[in-house]
C-alpha cells in the first residue's frame, strides 16, 4: 500500500528564510505526487503537481518541488519565505495501483514570524 | 464556477444523533471524494466515487459510517449514531477524473460531537 511520510510536524522560520519541507513515499512504481496548502481556516488548494518529465516542478507562489526517484523523495522548497505563507503543507502520493485515490502525509505546519 | 460545496459548515450535535453532511461537486467532475482532518491521524481518505458508484470504502471507519451518492451533483455521509470521536473536519473533493487529476476541495465540515 501506498504510503506519505512527512518527517518535518512544525516548522518555524523568519521571513526571508529559505523553505525545504521534506516528503517521502513507499511504493516502487509509477506515481504521481502532488503538494496541497491549507491556510488557517480554509480548504486545501493544489500547490504543484509532478506526473512525468522534468523532475523539478514549479507551482505557485514561488514554490518549488524536486522528484528525486531513487530517494523517494518530492521535497517542497521555497527560497523566501512570506508570512503569508504560514499554513499547513500536505504531500500526497498517488500511485498506479488499484486504488486510484490520493493518499496524504501527516502535513507540516509553517509558522513565519514577521 | 463556485467550486465544492459542503454544507453545513459547522455541525454540533450530541452523541448518539444522526449526522448528514452534504457535498456538490464540481459540474462535470465524475470522481468524489470523503476525507476526514483530525489532529491525531492528519488526512484519512474515507471514500471516494467514480461516476455515482463507490469504488473504495475501505477507509469508512464503522458501519455508523455510511455514503450515498445518488447522482452526479450530490453525495451524503451520513454518521448514525455519532460518537464524540467522531469530531473532527470532513471534506468534500471532486476531480475529472481518478489519479493523475488535482481534487478540488470544499471548504469542509466541522463536526463537534458532544
Known amino acids: 500500500a501506498q504510503s506519505v511520510s512527512q518527517h518535518n510536524h512544525h516548522v518555524i522560520l523568519s521571513e526571508a528564510a529559505s523553505l525545504e519541507l521534506g516528503c517521502n513515499y513507499s511504493y516502487g512504481g509509477t506515481v504521481n505526487l502532488f503538494w496541497y496548502v491549507q491556510y488557517p481556516g480554509q480548504h486545501l488548494q493544489l500547490l504543484l503537481k509532478?506526473?512525468?518529465?522534468?523532475?523539478l516542478v514549479k507551482g505557485i507562489k514561488g514554490f518549488e518541488a524536486e522528484f528525486i526517484k531513487s530517494k523517494f523523495s518530492f521535497n517542497l522548497r521555497k527560497p523566501s519565505v512570506q508570512w503569508s505563507d504560514t499554513a499547513e503543507y500536505f504531500c500526497?502520493?498517488?500511485?498506479?495501483?488499484?486504488?486510484?485515490?490520493?493518499?496524504f502525509g501527516s502535513g507540516t505546519r509553517l509558522q513565519v514570524q514577521p | 464556477d463556485a467550486g465544492v460545496i459542503q454544507s453545513p459548515r459547522h455541525e454540533v450535535t450530541e452523541m448518539g444523533q444522526e449526522v448528514t453532511l452534504r457535498c456538490k461537486p464540481i459540474s462535470g467532475h465524475n470522481s468524489l471524494f470523503w476525507y476526514r482532518q483530525t489532529m491525531m491521524r492528519g488526512l484519512e481518505l474515507l471514500i471516494y466515487?467514480?461516476?455515482?458508484?463507490?469504488?473504495?470504502d475501505s477507509g469508512m471507519p464503522e458501519d455508523r459510517f455510511s455514503a450515498k451518492m445518488p447522482n452526479a451533483s450530490f453525495s451524503t455521509l451520513k454518521i448514525q449514531p455519532s460518537e464524540p470521536r467522531d469530531s473532527a473536519v470532513y471534506f468534500c473533493a471532486s476531480s475529472p477524473g481518478t489519479g493523475d487529476s488535482p481534487l478540488h476541495f470544499g471548504n469542509g465540515t466541522r463536526l463537534t460531537v458532544t
Open positions: 466515487f467514480n461516476n455515482n458508484v463507490p469504488i473504495d
Open positions: 500526497a502520493v498517488n500511485a498506479y495501483t488499484g486504488r486510484r485515490a490520493l493518499t
Open positions: 509532478y506526473f512525468s518529465g522534468d523532475p
